[in-house]
Every structure is written in C-alpha cells, then in structure tokens.
C-alpha cells in the first residue's frame, strides 16, 4: 500500500505512528534484573526515528533527547511496548514522544515507565538541513 503524499498532516501524523513490541532478556538487564537505562534509550531513539522517517520519508538524524523520565523500573521476564508518535513538526525539525508501557507476561497488568522525546533534523545528500514538508 502505498502512503498518500497528498494526506493532510493530521492524518500523516495518524499514520506515522509506531507500536514496537519486544521481550526484556536477562542479557538486557543490570544487577537489579530490571532493564539497563542505556538499552531503553537505544530502544526508544529507534522507535522515533522511525516514526521521524514515517512520517517524513526524508533522511533523519537525532539532533536531541529531553525530559526522558524513568518513573518505573522494568524488570526482566516482561513484556515492553514501545509508542512513537509526531508531537511537534517544523521546517527542518521534528519531535517525537515515545513511551514505553509494561506488561506482566501472565496477568493483564499493564503501565507507563518511562516516556521521553526526541528531535530530528531532516537532511539532504550534502547533510544539509532540508524542509520536512
């Protein structure tokens, strides 16, 4: 299916959104057997970048992170979804907010721990800053 350029932005910010399941190792997690603040960052980084490209479909760098709060910690042997969706689109820029929700593998139990953003500078062959729209 191909994506329709002529989508209003609300309806491509819709669309850009990005849900990313995965499964927390042990071989992710620190002494406390809970996830490494490191690889919940990588992980959230990946998820706005490809919500940014989604939505863009230009290339995009991170520029930055901000106000990432790690309000639970997330242990080991759960399950983690990772949301992505457009808060803000500029000229050359974009922001992202990705949140990551767990979940106990074998009860329906299910919150926030951490939530984030992230910017993104779209840019061209020369790594020159471009116009997202």
Known sequence: MAIDEDLSINDRIAAAETRIFKAVF?????HYDTLFGGTALQLMDEVAFI???RFSRKRMVTVSSDKINFTKSIPAGTIIELVGHVEHV?????????EIYV???YSMERHQAIHGTF???????????????
Do not use: C, H, Q
Request: charged share 25%; proline share 6%.
């Open 90 to 98: 500029g000229n050359t820029s974009i922001r992202i907010a990705v």
């Open 103 to 105: 979940e106990e593998m």
């Open 51 to 53: 919500t940014a490209t």
């Open 26 to 30: 042990p071989n992710t997690t620190n």
């Open 119 to 133: 910017t993104f500078v779209a840019l061209d062959e020369n790594k020159k800053p471009i116009r997202i729209l």
